[in-house]
Nanobody
Framework: QVQLVESGGGSVQAGGSLRLSCAAS????????MGWFRQAPGRERAVVAS???????SYADSVKGRFTISKDNAKNTLYLQMNSLKPEDTAMYYC?????????????????????????WGQGTQVTVSS
């Protein structure tokens, strides 16, 4: 049973930083694809960043240069370091993982941006950025 549990969300002023964490239990394959998505009220869930087991990463254009995705394999934890936060970053942030026993794309593939590529999802953590 795979479980993804996010933490680290909160309220911050514009220009501030937050680090999100996603503890993954039952997801220990050497091959993996994981990502962060976000969803603001009234909007569709959209990819923020993804990383695969070969260390490839990709980012949404809106967060490039400000956010960094990383994974600590020893702790089985995914991170999202968010710097220079803007009010438009306000959203619920979700951790996601693809099933390791099925085909999945590289993190730098356009397919890694699709929510349908991922099979496991966390409950989300709220990030609110005030101006």
């Amino acid at each position: 049973q795979v479980q993804l549990v996010e933490s680290g969300g909160g309220s911050v002023q514009a220009g501030g930083s937050l680090r999100l964490s996603c503890a993954a239990s039952g997801y220990t394959s050497s091959r993996h694809l994981m990502g962060w998505f976000r969803q603001a009220p009234g909007r569709e869930r959209a990819v923020v960043a993804s990383v695969d087991s070969d260390g490839r990463t990709s980012y949404a254009d809106s967060v490039k240069g400000r956010f960094t995705i990383s994974k600590d394999n020893a702790k089985n934890t995914l991170y999202l370091q968010m710097n220079s936060l803007k009010p438009e970053d306000t959203a619920m942030y979700y951790c996601a993982a693809a099933r390791p026993d099925r085909w999945f794309p590289r993190a730098d593939s356009p397919l890694a941006r699709w929510a349908s590529t991922y099979h496991y999802w966390g409950q989300g953590t709220q990030v609110t950025v005030s101006s």
